[in-house]
Nanobody, 122 residues
């Protein structure tokens, strides 16, 4: 059973920062690549960032490059998403996902967390 538990969402003003965390098991981190996706109201879920098993390779959506950073904290069995310079258009429910390698996003999401709300006010 793969479990992914997100935390760290909230309300922040434009230009501010938030750090999301995805807690999972050591086995999951050793088996799957991990990624963050987001879904805004009325829109499809979209890829945000991905990281490989080794933590060496990362990939980002163009809309967040230079502002967001994904990282693995193996000692805590978590994958974090540091979000800086937030914009109102970043408002969405953010989901953590785990899955096998995909050459485009680094993972094909197979398992999902329950999501955490991020709201950026202007």
């Amino acid at each position: 059973q793969v479990q992914l538990v997100e935390s760290g969402g909230g309300l922040v003003q434009a230009g501010g920062s938030l750090r999301l965390s995805c807690a999972t098991s050591e086995r999951t981190l050793a088996t799957y690549n991990i990624g963050w996706f987001r879904q805004a109201p009325g829109k499809e879920r979209q890829f945000v960032a991905g990281i490989t098993l080794s933590g060496v390779r990362t990939r980002y959506a163009d809309s967040v490059k230079g502002r967001f950073t994904i990282s693995r904290e193996s000692a805590k069995n978590t994958v974090s998403l540091q979000m800086n310079s937030l914009k109102p258009e970043d408002t969405a429910v953010y989901y953590c996902a785990a899955g096998p390698y995909n050459g485009v996003q680094l993972l094909t999401p197979q398992y999902w967390g329950q999501g955490t709300q991020v709201t950026v006010s202007s």
